[in-house]
């Protein structure tokens, strides 16, 4: 008895002794399971915003590879020389003294100039050059070929034409004639007949076609399986964009 007692009077005490906030405290009122996930939705839909943001930020300061400046030079002087062959070829368009225009036309005359030596009277090993690729027109092409009767592949070609009258050989590769400190560079807007023409295609490192320079634009080259030895057109976008350099030989 006297135990039970003792524990009611334990008890009551500790009923007057608990804190009066933790009986009158109200519970916190909790979120609506839709109103805490469209909160969340919200906040990361800002966390994408602030993440593109950032990825866009990083992707305009990245510089330019040497392969796109090399492409974007190429793409200038493309539309520079179209810009001044409808210059010089406008039928009302005459040197005057506003605007720079004086400038201009001694430029395109400059041109002018330029394109009449370029096409100067080749010399006798050049012409001999020159025969042997033109009598090979119209041969199907043939990967690893280097003869008349069989076929040629774009390095093949060029072997087969220019090792007849050169002391030094040329090398059997298209890379190998690209690398070849030998073979002076040339720049596009300089191109003179027999100069070779290198292009990167296959998005290998170095040079994996090659053409001969004919003048006025064109080239001569063993393209790929299914077709024939043909003329091509440099300034066509593809060439262009696969463009690499050149190298002069003779």
């Known amino acids: 008895m006297r135990a039970a007692f003792g524990r009611q009077v334990l008890f009551f005490i500790a009923l007057l002794l608990m804190p009066v906030g933790y009986a009158s405290a109200k519970p916190q009122p909790v979120k609506a399971p839709e109103a805490r996930s469209e909160s969340e939705k919200q906040q990361r839909r800002q966390n994408r915003e602030r993440l593109m943001a950032k990825a866009k930020k990083r992707v305009a300061n990245v510089p330019l590879t040497p392969e796109q400046k090399r492409r974007e030079q190429v793409q200038k002087l493309a539309e520079r020389a179209k810009n001044r062959d409808m210059l010089a070829l406008h039928a009302r368009w005459t040197p005057g003294t506003l605007g720079g225009s004086e400038a201009l036309w ?43 009767s069989a076929g040629f592949d774009c390095s093949g070609l060029v072997f087969y034409a220019f090792n007849h009258v050169l002391d030094r050989k040329l090398p059997r590769t298209a890379n190998g004639m690209y690398q070849d400190n030998r073979l002076k560079s040339v720049r596009q807007d300089r191109l003179q007949t027999g100069d070779l023409v290198f292009f990167n295609i296959n998005q290998r490192p170095g040079a994996d076609h090659v053409g001969v320079y004919l003048g006025d634009g064109r080239f001569i080259e063993a393209p790929r399986t299914g077709l024939t030895i043909r003329i091509s057109q440099l300034s066509d976008d593809f060439w262009q964009s696969h463009y690499l350099g050149a190298r002069r030989v003779l």
């Open 106 to 148: 001694d430029e395109v005359q400059d041109d002018k100039g330029r394109a009449k030596r370029r096409t100067a009277k080749p010399g006798p090993r050049l012409r001999t050059v020159l025969n042997r690729l033109e009598s090979q027109l119209g041969k199907p092409y043939l990967w690893g070929g280097t003869s008349p």
